[in-house]
């Protein structure tokens, strides 16, 4: 089993730019393909992007495409989230999670093992 562990949230200004980090513990992250979910106050879960086990394929959601870039570091066992020309909604609780299936989801129950959670905050 894995466990995973966001971090790099905060709060920066509108068309800034932040890295959010996710590191896996208790298993090699190669094995699994991670995937990048939102959600924001009263809002549902939405899907940011996932990445395949060896990185070479990207999925991401029209809202981020372009902006957003996922990558990840097997040898280090984390994947990351580059997030550029951030904007106000894009303000949300930022979770990593992981599947064992070879397939890149985009629905969250699809998911077995999940982060905690870092917060991003966009102000205008």
């Known amino acids: 089993q894995v466990q995973l562990v966001e971090s790099g949230g905060g709060l920066v200004q509108a068309g800034g730019s932040l890295r959010l980090s996710c590191a896996a513990s208790g298993r090699t992250m190669s094995t699994y393909v991670v995937a990048w979910f939102r959600q924001a106050p009263g809002k549902e879960r939405e899907f940011v992007g996932a990445v395949t086990k060896n990185g070479l394929s990207t999925r991401y959601a029209d809202s981020v495409k372009g902006r957003f870039t996922i990558s990840r570091d097997n040898a280090k066992n984390t994947v990351y989230l580059q997030m550029n020309s951030l904007k106000p909604e894009d303000t949300a609780v930022y979770c990593c999670?992981?599947?064992?299936?070879?397939?890149?989801?985009?629905?969250?129950?699809?998911?077995?093992?999940w982060g905690q959670g870092t917060q991003v905050t966009v102000s205008s």
């Open positions: 999670a992981a599947t064992l299936n070879i397939v890149v989801f985009t629905t969250a129950s699809r998911y077995d093992y």
